[in-house]
T-cell receptor, first 114, second 114 residues
Framework: AQSVTQLDSQVPVFEEAPVELRCNYS??????LFWYVQYPNQGLQLLLK??????LVKGINGFEAEFNKSQTSFHLRKPSVHISDTAEYFCAVSDQGGNEKLTFGTGTRLTIIP | DAGVIQSPRHEVTEMGQEVTLRCKPISGHDYLFWYRQTMMRGLELLIY????????DSGMPEDRFSAKMPNASFSTLKIQPSEPRDSAVYFC????????????FGSGTRLTVV
């Protein structure tokens, strides 16, 4: 079974500053990794995913994430945030063995300070 | 494609009443998931289907909850009788196979039981 840890429940950042949202996972098998974003009063939307290959993955809205197998991490980054990035961000994992379930982290609320 | 469609968007009901939430998945997706989201418990997987067959309902809180998928384009989540602690946002998601593709979420149904 897999698990996902998002250490930061809330992250306040000034507008135009860089941000990193941390995600660590635990699994006994190889995994696929995902980041989802949830804007207020909306469903979750896929931001980016890592399946294989290059460990740096680029997503929508200028976000990127880096897969680090040795540290079992998949941290999300953006070099310069905007007010519109205010949302909750969820990291998720599934195993490559055909398990169709995603295991979600508890989420990180990103607040952009003008 | 219109995405995953959930109805109603908001539901307010009195304790003891029956509540039915509806979901239309993306055409061609063979997995359907029901989630519940609350501040206290985050995202909880309630049940999921593969090709209209329930695969794992271990997350269904109790016998008051039931879910059906009579065909590939429709699913319902029913609560009978409803209780105030059932107040939450209920999400439906569909997928071609979550391990590789991730999920597409609906906009959710906000249920308030008074």
């Amino acid at each position: 079974a897999q698990s996902v840890t998002q250490l930061d429940s809330q992250v306040p950042v000034f507008e135009e500053a860089p941000v990193e949202l941390r995600c660590n996972y635990s699994s006994s098998v190889s995994v696929y990794l995902f980041w989802y974003v949830q804007y207020p009063n909306q469903g979750l939307q896929l931001l980016l995913k890592y399946l294989s290959g290059s460990t740096l993955v680029k997503g929508i809205n200028g976000f990127e994430a880096e897969f680090n197998k040795s540290q079992t991490s998949f941290h999300l980054r953006k070099p310069s945030v905007h007010i519109s990035d205010t949302a909750e961000y969820f990291c998720a994992v599934s195993d490559q063995g055909g398990n169709e379930k995603l295991t979600f982290g508890t989420g990180t609320r990103l607040t952009i300070i003008p | 494609d219109a995405g995953v469609i959930q109805s109603p968007r908001h539901e307010v009901t009195e304790m003891g009443q029956e509540v039915t939430l509806r979901c239309k998945p993306i055409s061609g997706h063979d997995y359907l998931f029901w989630y519940r989201q609350t501040m206290m418990r985050g995202l909880e997987l309630l049940i999921y289907f593969n090709n209209n067959v329930p695969i794992d309902d271990s997350g269904m809180p109790e016998d008051r909850f039931s879910a059906k998928m009579p065909n590939a384009s429709f699913s319902t989540l029913k609560i009978q009788p409803s209780e105030p602690r059932d107040s939450a946002v209920y999400f439906c998601a569909s997928s071609l196979g979550a391990g590789l593709y991730g999920y597409t979420f609906g906009s959710g149904t906000r249920l308030t039981v008074v």
